[in-house]
């Protein structure tokens, strides 16, 4: 185009004027969009920088699988390359299964899909594209419902479902097609208007949409009042408009102040053991993103409605992790100003803002200084900080909530999900403390730096799943569960988001290849964007049918109207299928809904003005519970102390050292004694013979001896580093010239730091052992467990010395030998002297 069509097409459409079609306009306002990305596309300039870019990406991968790292995605490519390029493989597979079920096939992405097809195919057959491939007529049974394929951000593709479906069902292939309507889920109130609504949402649109197939309800369900669909919305006072977040606290007080005095105050269900009253644990609040929640539980808190957050990727998130991980930063650096701020604004400091601020106005933020009048919690940090400063990752953290009531206070601030959460925190600090090496600060830093990062990571799950408490969790996460009452929030609330600055795609259904690299794209950019914009818009419209479809006896919407309404949000859809915003009177209305069953369907719709700045609350829902006297108290804690004491005195797992005798678990002081130098040169040598290349030895030593001493080196230990690391050095390196490393080197590696769990006698009982077998090595057709030794033993002394060690090896042999399904030889390695004793010969 010329410069003149380049002006008008730069101009944004706007508004759709009054009376247009706005089908219409929203066709033309994406041909002008895709116009304008075509404008903008230059072919040229991206093949020259993925020319540029290909050597430098090829060798990065190839380097990456020579170390065995490969992705998930990249599994699934050489997988699929390997069936369609290698017919003997293919073969050789397809005769292990004589029928293949695939469940979720929508949720499947395009390379599991092909895999699928080839490992199916019919017996002779050579297709070299798996959309040639004809499956063997009775081997590939495939379960999918397009109308909850959901699952485009983990690459699953409705178009890649249609395509198949529809070569295979009927022609050349032969394939039956079996459609599953019947719904034993909901009740048929809740039938008639899901009907009703996503028969209006949901129309076939090429690829990127299935058509709607109807629910049909199973009859006879009894009917009570609350067994309905219900849209509930939060109205400003007065005529003013909301913005986004105003809009959330507004509907999310005006949710839980109903949930409270209506929905667990008395109205019934019909669950399994028959009618009763609404409990807190029937209730599910599915998000679309957890993004919005923190306003929905903080109203959930203040009214006193008990709540777990199920296993979404928020953990760093939470106030109470953010809170903890405050303290643990003061105990390793007291000069954190910051985070000494957050811990005194923290349920255990307990202050104010406006206190702190005049704190640290007074010079009162030295926690070191004795001689600095501060709050009484000082004294005890300072005290504490000596103490965690000797300890691991894994026991400093668990010292810090033995000897602080973080868990009591924050349990008491937001609840049972917090507490489990700081437990968590202990179980991350322990589990990589030691599998790192980290003391207690390098510790504290790596979890600050995955806060920073809000890293993904799960909350931790309640002990009691059972809990009578409302559960809280994303759509994607409720996706195959179902709950008697399900409440559907933030529906004014849009997708969000935005695309990549740097992104490559494929459409797999046309081959199409789309490279954007910041403002530079080339044209299949264009046609491949667009597509996905279809398939967004047309996955949030199932996303919707999705969450509908978890509630059996209630399904209540939650919205709140604002001036402007995000992106593809639900109130969008049902508004566009039901006109349901319609009316400005707060209150209660039937809205009826066409066509949805034979005798029709509607929804209640319920307006409710809020003002956000007054929010409610109530004491807790348990707090009615009778409170014990205090002596039956102290029995009571007196009898479940002396049972947790007899139960925690019965051994019920063992170690390897333990089965030589050394002592498991012991710490040392400060006073670093020689044994805690030789100890911690055995596990840097350890850890680098675990990650070495046995053909690079030496270059692999110089390369990981650093990094991997100042992973294992504990703090009281950092003035020996010299020492510690000159030991190593000398070690590892006249072991790296020994004939038996270049035993080890030419032999093949079936693993190293192999776990093992294995059954062992001790005091008169079996016990699981759980330990890592070093390494597992076949040589000359014979299976070997090696176990490296560190300790410093006299030259033709080694014989004798690994007598100690013949209990570990019968476990790891045993171990191994099961696993492997062969009998399995154990030596011992001594470091120091670079010699070998085989212990045992190959057992069975």
Same mark, same amino acid.
């Given at each position: 185009?010329?410069?003149?069509?380049?002006?008008?097409?730069?101009?944004?459409?706007?508004?759709?004027?009054?009376?247009?079609?706005?089908?219409?306009?929203?066709?033309?306002?994406?041909?002008?969009?895709?116009?304008?990305?075509?404008?903008?596309?230059?072919?040229?300039?991206?093949?020259?920088?993925?020319? %540029?870019?290909?050597?430098?990406?090829?060798?990065?991968? @190839?380097?990456?699988?020579?170390?065995?790292?490969?992705?998930?995605?990249?599994?699934?490519?050489?997988?699929?390359?390997?069936?369609?390029?290698?017919?003997?493989? $293919?073969?050789?597979?397809?005769?292990?299964?004589r029928a293949i079920l695939v469940d979720e096939f929508q949720d499947t992405d395009p390379l599991q899909v092909e895999i699928i097809l080839f490992l199916a195919e019919r017996p002779g057959g050579k297709a070299r594209s798996a959309r040639d491939v004809i499956p063997e007529p009775g081997r590939l049974f495939i379960v999918g419902d397009p109308k909850q394929s959901i699952y485009a951000f983990r690459r699953a593709d409705i178009e890649a479902y249609h395509d198949v479906v529809e070569r295979q069902v009927g022609g050349e292939r032969g394939g039956l097609a079996c459609d599953l309507t019947s719904c034993f889920r909901m009740h048929d109130r809740l039938v008639g208007a899901v009907n009703a609504v996503f028969a209006r949402l949901i129309v076939r649109d090429g690829g990127v949409q299935p058509s709607y197939e109807p629910l049909y309800p199973r009859p006879g369900k009894a009917t009570l009042p609350s067994q309905r669909v219900e849209v509930r919305l939060a109205m400003p006072a007065g005529g003013r408009a909301w913005k986004a977040e105003e809009a959330h606290a507004a509907e999310a007080e005006a949710l839980a102040r109903w949930m409270r005095s209506t929905l667990l105050a008395g109205e019934k269900i019909v669950a399994k053991e028959g009618e009763r009253t609404v409990r807190a644990g029937d209730v599910a609040i599915l998000f679309r993103a957890m993004t919005a929640a923190p306003a929905?539980?903080?109203?959930?808190?203040?009214?006193?409605?008990?709540?777990?957050?199920?296993?979404?990727?928020?953990?760093?998130?939470?106030?109470?992790?953010?809170?903890?991980?405050?303290?643990?930063?003061?105990?390793?650096?007291?000069?954190?100003?910051?985070?000494?701020?957050?811990?005194?604004?923290?349920? =255990?400091?307990?202050?104010?803002?406006? &206190?702190?601020?005049?704190?640290?106005?007074?010079?009162?933020?030295?926690?070191?200084?004795?001689?600095?009048?501060?709050?009484?919690?000082?004294?005890?940090?300072?005290?504490?900080?000596? #103490?965690?400063?000797?300890?691991?990752?894994?026991?400093?953290?668990?010292?810090?909530?033995?000897?602080?009531?973080?868990?009591?206070?924050?349990?008491?601030?937001?609840?049972?999900?917090?507490?489990?959460?700081? *437990?968590?925190?202990?179980?991350?600090? $322990?589990?990589?403390?030691?599998?790192?090496?980290?003391?207690?600060?390098?510790? !504290?830093?790596?979890?600050?730096?995955?806060?920073?990062?809000? &890293?993904?990571?799960?909350?931790?799950?309640?002990?009691?799943?059972?809990?009578?408490?409302?559960?809280?969790?994303?759509?994607?996460?409720?996706?195959?569960?179902?709950?008697?009452?399900?409440?559907?929030?933030?529906?004014?609330?849009?997708?969000?988001?935005?695309?990549?600055?740097?992104?490559?795609?494929?459409?797999?259904?046309?081959?199409?290849?789309?490279?954007?690299?910041?403002?530079?794209?080339?044209?299949? &950019?264009?046609?491949?964007?667009?597509?996905?914009?279809?398939?967004?818009?047309?996955?949030?419209?199932?996303?919707?049918?999705?969450?509908?479809?978890?509630?059996?006896?209630?399904?209540?919407?939650?919205?709140?109207?604002?001036?402007?309404?995000?992106?593809?949000? /639900?109130?969008?859809?049902?508004? #566009?299928?039901?006109? !349901?915003?319609?009316?400005?009177?707060?209150?209660?209305?039937?809205?009826?809904?066409?066509?949805?069953?034979? @005798?029709?369907?509607?929804?209640?719709?319920?307006?409710?003005?809020?003002?956000?700045?007054?929010?409610?609350?109530?004491?807790?829902?348990?707090?009615?519970?009778?409170?014990?006297?205090?002596?039956?108290?102290?029995?009571?804690?007196?009898?479940?102390?002396?049972?947790? &004491?007899? !139960?925690?005195?019965?051994?019920?797992?063992?170690?390897?050292?333990?089965?030589?005798?050394?002592?498991?678990?012991? %710490?040392?002081?400060?006073?670093?004694?020689?044994?805690?130098?030789?100890?911690?040169?055995?596990?840097?040598?350890?850890?680098?013979?675990?990650?070495?290349?046995?053909? #690079?030895?030496?270059?692999?030593?110089?390369?990981?001896?650093?990094?991997?001493?100042?992973?294992?080196?504990?703090?009281? =230990?950092?003035? %020996? *580093?010299? @020492?510690?690391?000159?030991?190593?050095?000398?070690?590892?390196?006249?072991? /790296?010239?020994?004939?038996?490393?270049?035993?080890?080197?030419?032999?093949?590696?079936?693993?190293?730091?192999?776990?093992?769990?294995?059954?062992?006698?001790?005091?008169?009982? =079996?016990?699981?052992?759980?330990?890592?077998?070093?390494?597992?090595?076949?040589?000359?057709?014979?299976?070997?467990?090696?176990?490296?030794?560190?300790?410093?033993?006299?030259?033709?002394?080694?014989?004798?010395?690994?007598?100690?060690?013949?209990?570990?090896?019968?476990?790891?042999?045993?171990?191994?030998?099961?696993?492997?399904?062969?009998?399995?030889?154990?030596?011992?390695? /001594?470091?120091?002297?670079?010699? %070998?004793?085989?212990?045992?010969?190959?057992?069975?």
């Amino acid at each position: 185009p010329g410069e003149a069509e380049r002006e008008s097409l730069s101009r944004n459409l706007g508004e759709c004027t009054k009376g247009w079609d706005p089908g219409l306009f929203e066709r033309a306002e994406r041909v002008v969009q895709a116009a304008q990305a075509l404008c903008g596309a230059d072919d040229a300039l991206v093949a020259s920088t993925v020319r %540029r870019l290909l050597p430098f990406a090829g060798g990065f991968r @190839d380097t990456l699988a020579r170390a065995g790292i490969v992705s998930f995605d990249g599994l699934l490519v050489r997988a699929r390359d390997l069936l369609r390029d290698r017919l003997d493989v $293919r073969e050789k597979l397809q005769s292990r299964y004589r029928a293949i079920l695939v469940d979720e096939f929508q949720d499947t992405d395009p390379l599991q899909v092909e895999i699928i097809l080839f490992l199916a195919e019919r017996p002779g057959g050579k297709a070299r594209s798996a959309r040639d491939v004809i499956p063997e007529p009775g081997r590939l049974f495939i379960v999918g419902d397009p109308k909850q394929s959901i699952y485009a951000f983990r690459r699953a593709d409705i178009e890649a479902y249609h395509d198949v479906v529809e070569r295979q069902v009927g022609g050349e292939r032969g394939g039956l097609a079996c459609d599953l309507t019947s719904c034993f889920r909901m009740h048929d109130r809740l039938v008639g208007a899901v009907n009703a609504v996503f028969a209006r949402l949901i129309v076939r649109d090429g690829g990127v949409q299935p058509s709607y197939e109807p629910l049909y309800p199973r009859p006879g369900k009894a009917t009570l009042p609350s067994q309905r669909v219900e849209v509930r919305l939060a109205m400003p006072a007065g005529g003013r408009a909301w913005k986004a977040e105003e809009a959330h606290a507004a509907e999310a007080e005006a949710l839980a102040r109903w949930m409270r005095s209506t929905l667990l105050a008395g109205e019934k269900i019909v669950a399994k053991e028959g009618e009763r009253t609404v409990r807190a644990g029937d209730v599910a609040i599915l998000f679309r993103a957890m993004t919005a929640a923190p306003a929905y539980l903080e109203a959930l808190r203040r009214w006193g409605i008990p709540f777990v957050v199920d296993g979404e990727k928020n953990f760093f998130r939470t106030q109470e992790v953010a809170d903890f991980l405050a303290l643990l930063q003061v105990l390793a650096w007291p000069l954190d100003a910051l985070a000494l701020a957050g811990v005194l604004r923290s349920p =255990l400091g307990g202050m104010t803002d406006a &206190e702190v601020a005049a704190l640290g106005s007074a010079g009162g933020f030295d926690l070191m200084s004795e001689g600095v009048e501060g709050p009484p919690l000082f004294a005890t940090l300072r005290a504490l900080r000596g #103490e965690v400063l000797r300890m691991g990752a894994g026991d400093a953290v668990e010292h810090v909530l033995e000897n602080l009531p973080v868990l009591e206070a924050e349990a008491a601030s937001r609840g049972e999900q917090a507490a489990s959460n700081l *437990r968590k925190i202990a179980s991350l600090a $322990r589990a990589q403390g030691a599998a790192v090496g980290l003391d207690f600060p390098a510790w !504290v830093r790596s979890a600050a730096e995955r806060m920073g990062a809000l &890293e993904a990571e799960g909350e931790s799950p309640l002990a009691e799943e059972s809990a009578d408490a409302v559960r809280v969790l994303t759509i994607h996460k409720a996706k195959g569960l179902e709950f008697p009452v399900v409440i559907v929030p933030a529906m004014q609330t849009g997708r969000g988001g935005s695309p990549p600055r740097v992104e490559v795609r494929r459409d797999w259904v046309t081959g199409c290849f789309g490279i954007r690299v910041g403002d530079l794209h080339n044209v299949g &950019e264009a046609f491949v964007r667009e597509r996905e914009v279809l398939r967004e818009e047309a996955e949030q419209k199932r996303l919707f049918y999705v969450a509908a479809t978890r509630a059996r006896e209630r399904l209540v919407l939650s919205g709140a109207r604002t001036a402007r309404r995000g992106g593809e949000a /639900f109130l969008s859809f049902l508004e #566009e299928a039901t006109g !349901v915003l319609d009316g400005e009177t707060p209150g209660e209305a039937q809205v009826a809904l066409d066509g949805a069953s034979p @005798d029709g369907a509607s929804l209640a719709r319920v307006l409710e003005e809020v003002d956000p700045t007054r929010p409610g609350g109530e004491a807790p829902l348990e707090a009615k519970a009778k409170w014990p006297d205090a002596d039956a108290l102290v029995r009571m804690w007196e009898k479940r102390r002396a049972h947790a &004491e007899s !139960v925690g005195a019965v051994k019920r797992s063992t170690a390897p050292s333990r089965l030589h005798g050394e002592e498991v678990g012991s %710490r040392s002081g400060v006073g670093a004694a020689p044994r805690d130098v030789a100890s911690i040169t055995g596990t840097v040598a350890h850890r680098i013979l675990a990650r070495i290349d046995f053909g #690079e030895s030496a270059r692999s030593l110089a390369r990981l001896l650093d990094p991997v001493l100042d992973g294992a080196l504990p703090a009281h =230990l950092k003035g %020996r *580093r010299g @020492d510690i690391r000159g030991d190593v050095d000398g070690v590892l390196g006249r072991f /790296f010239r020994s004939r038996v490393f270049a035993d080890i080197a030419r032999s093949r590696i079936l693993g190293r730091e192999v776990p093992c769990l294995a059954p062992v006698p001790e005091d008169g009982v =079996l016990l699981p052992m759980e330990g890592a077998i070093d390494l597992l090595l076949e040589r000359d057709g014979e299976a070997v467990a090696v176990d490296y030794k560190s300790d410093t033993v006299a030259s033709g002394k080694e014989g004798e010395r690994a007598k100690k060690y013949l209990g570990q090896g019968k476990a790891y042999v045993r171990a191994a030998g099961e696993a492997l399904g062969r009998p399995v030889a154990f030596e011992v390695v /001594f470091l120091r002297t670079a010699s %070998r004793v085989r212990l045992l010969p190959p057992v069975s």
